[in-house]
């Protein structure tokens, strides 16, 4: 099962009603967003909607919500089924009821218990506030595998344990009683928590190893053990670090934050893959993770995320949503996973009036048509001359790279421009003639950033729409545009030849080295 639409209405910093696509199929989610652009409010919505299945929550209303509108917040989620099918369910959740109202709300309570949701300060809990020993037992047990089952008693382990806490602290135990909590946690609890935390050890030691760090855990937890009276000791998970094979004690205060954070992920992630993921639905949401990951731990993350829980088999794949205010690593996830399988949405903020409070706006696509589109229906011109631009670049780049075709070289790469990519285009591919004589037009008027056409003239806007239609057209051509046949004779001929010279030169040189030795 997949996602495949978000409306959000009158939720937190979403005044009015919007909407986040993820196409017919539930594509993956990269969200760029300025800070106070309502990326967290889209991380809670989607958290808020999850834990709804399982109980009633307080769902928090836009505090700008005018009278006539209040407790009409909501959140509305799409779901497919299989890919085999285009059905989709809807499920809601409003503030008026608190709880998603559906008979087959199961499987989002299913996706729940994954717990797949983490921003920058779930992962300082793994290192922050500990003094002497980090101990993960409360994250761990009460949180995050909160739903994990025990292997040796078949029960959800944070329900179990609290379970074991109420019972010896809320109840007078005659000594049988007693005798048989001793033996239920050193029989079923204990054994079970202790394989739970080394399936979590394992998984998180290979993550580290791909972040490139000399960091190896351990999870230190030896056994709970009942003493009577109210009296639970062993309740600890002692969190052990070896740095180049050396134990490090406080690594807490030892580790750069960039190896920190790199291990909180790891740790997280690794939770993850113990959790129940026997549900259809299974949500990864990453809210500014990387705020403490400099550049060269960043490309690892998108590995472990590829190998481990995108790419692989269905029944343990995941759909991930990522947000980021950093403009240049959501370029990057772009280039790294491309469009086939990703979404990339934008939200910025807008006045709803002037002096007024600020809205999101979000775009809803993977390039900048969108944005040109909406900017020209504000009558601002020159942005959308700039983003239609913008989008013509990439257009004509991906045509390129796709199909290998020769472009002209400068000896700095920053000379290359798009009328290189353009021409090359024009002369070696079977792109239809009259799309090119329309855009070549356009080219020298709209996509030209010399240009001096007056923006403040009426025909200007014309003048927009048409090329906004031209590279639309461009854009669905992408995928039909083919190297003339000719060039490509042309360059295998060329590599042919290039092999027999290589070769005749070998042979010369063979026969000279002969005739030397004679």
């Known amino acids: 099962m997949r996602i495949t639409d978000i409306h959000i209405k009158n939720y937190r910093a979403f005044y009015g009603e919007h909407h986040i696509c993820l196409d017919k199929d539930g594509k993956n989610l990269m969200v760029y967003g300025e800070n106070g652009s309502g990326k967290s409010s889209l991380f809670t919505a989607l958290q808020d909607f999850l834990k709804s299945s399982v109980g009633k929550i307080e769902v928090e209303e836009n505090i700008f919500v005018p009278t006539s509108q209040k407790n009409t917040a909501s959140i509305k989620v799409n779901i497919k089924e299989s890919p085999e099918t285009s059905k989709t369910t809807t499920f809601e959740l409003k503030l008026t009821d608190k709880e998603i109202i559906s008979a087959d709300k199961t499987l989002i309570a299913d996706a729940n218990k994954i717990k797949g949701f983490f921003d920058y300060r779930s992962l300082l809990r793994t290192h922050m506030g500990h003094k002497d020993k980090v101990d993960l037992f409360d994250i761990l047990v009460k949180d995050i595998l909160y739903n994990s089952i025990n292997r040796f008693s078949n029960k959800e382990i944070g329900k179990e344990w609290q379970a074991i806490h109420n019972d010896t602290f ?15 946690l050193s029989e079923k609890f204990n054994p079970g928590l202790k394989q739970l935390l080394k399936d979590i050890e394992a998984d998180t ?49 030892f580790l750069n934050e960039a190896r920190l954070s790199a291990l909180a992920i790891s740790l997280y992630l690794a939770s993850i893959k113990v959790n129940p993921l026997s549900g259809a ?15 060269s731990n960043r490309l690892p993350l998108l590995d472990i995320l590829n190998k481990h829980f995108i790419d692989v088999d269905k029944d343990k794949q ?27 949405t934008e939200i910025y903020t807008k006045s709803l009036k002037d002096d007024d409070f600020e809205i999101p706006v979000i775009f809803n696509e993977n390039g900048y048509l969108e944005r040109a589109k909406h900017y020209l229906s504000e009558k601002d011109y020159k942005a959308s001359a700039v983003y239609l631009r913008t989008e013509f670049e990439r257009i004509v780049k991906t045509i390129c790279d796709k199909q290998k075709i020769p472009v002209c070289y400068h000896k700095n790469q920053k000379e290359t421009t798009s009328e290189d990519f353009w021409t090359a285009i024009e002369s070696q591919t079977n792109l239809d003639p009259t799309l090119i004589h329309e855009i070549t037009i ?9 240009s001096h056409y007056d923006l403040e003239k009426p025909e ?59």
């Not at 005798?179 to 239920?184: F, H, I, R, S």
């Not at 949401?285 to 403490?292: K, N, S, T, W």
């Not at 205010?325 to 491309?338: P, Q, S, T």
């Not at 590279?471 to 545009?481: P, S």
């Open 442 to 450: 356009h080219r020298g008027v709209v996509m030209n950033p010399f």
């Open 205 to 253: 030691n290979t993550f580290m190893k791909s972040f490139g760090a000399s960091v190896k855990i351990l999870l230190d937890f030896d056994k709970v053990e009942y003493q009577g009276r109210r009296k639970l000791t062993g309740n600890s998970i002692n969190l052990n670090i070896d740095f180049f094979e050396k134990s490090i004690p406080k690594h807490q205060l």
């Open 460 to 518: 200007f806007e014309a003048e927009l729409k048409a090329t906004i239609k031209a590279v639309e057209r461009l854009k669905d051509e992408m995928k039909n545009v083919k190297k003339n046949k000719t060039i490509d004779k042309l360059e295998k001929e060329i590599a042919r030849l290039n092999t027999e010279i290589v070769g005749k030169d070998k042979l010369i040189g063979e026969l000279g080295a002969k005739l030397k030795s004679k």
């Open 170 to 184: 809320n109840k007078r135990q005659i000594k049988r009683q007693q005798e048989a909590t001793k033996n239920y």
């Open 281 to 295: 639905l299974k949500i990864l949401v990453l809210d500014d993770l990387l705020i403490g990951l400099d550049m």
């Open 318 to 344: 995941f759909q991930v949503i990522m947000t980021t205010y950093d403009k240049v690593w959501y370029e990057l996830v772009r280039n790294y996973f491309g469009v086939e399988k990703w979404k990339y």
